[in-house]
């Protein structure tokens, strides 16, 4: 069955980085488009970063140009390098996939920023 298991976050004062891993498993995963979510207390669950199985990636307007999806396909791994992180990024960040028409996600990982 697929799997996504998220890893990396954690706790980080403004302005520093973190970058978060998810394993995939139980699908083809070089044929699939993956993306990171995020989820802040109170609010709706948001995009925040997608990438092809060709590599075209694309971002939410308040990520671009301070984070960075990208995946290993030799190890079914992508990943969210986050730099210059804000308060406001904090959340629970999942990711995110669809195989034969089910949508997927992993349990999460919290990143806290304080300021």
């Known amino acids: 069955q697929v799997q996504l298991v998220e890893s990396g976050g954690g706790l980080v004062q403004a302005g520093g980085s973190l970058r978060l891993s998810c394993a995939a498993s139980?699908?083809?995963?070089?044929?699939?488009?993956m993306g990171w979510y995020r989820q802040a207390p109170g609010k709706q669950r948001e995009l925040v970063a997608s990438?092809?199985?060709?590599?075209?990636?694309d971002y939410a307007d308040s990520v671009k140009g301070r984070f960075t999806i990208s995946r290993d396909n030799a190890n079914n791994t992508v990943y969210l390098q986050m730099n210059s992180l804000k308060p406001e990024d904090t959340g629970v960040y999942y990711c995110?996939?669809?195989?034969?028409?089910?949508?997927?996600w992993g349990q999460g990982t919290q990143v806290s920023v304080s300021s």
């Open positions: 139980g699908f083809i995963f070089s044929i699939n488009a």
């Open positions: 990438i092809t199985s060709g590599g075209s990636t």
């Open positions: 995110n996939t669809k195989w034969k028409l089910r949508t997927y």
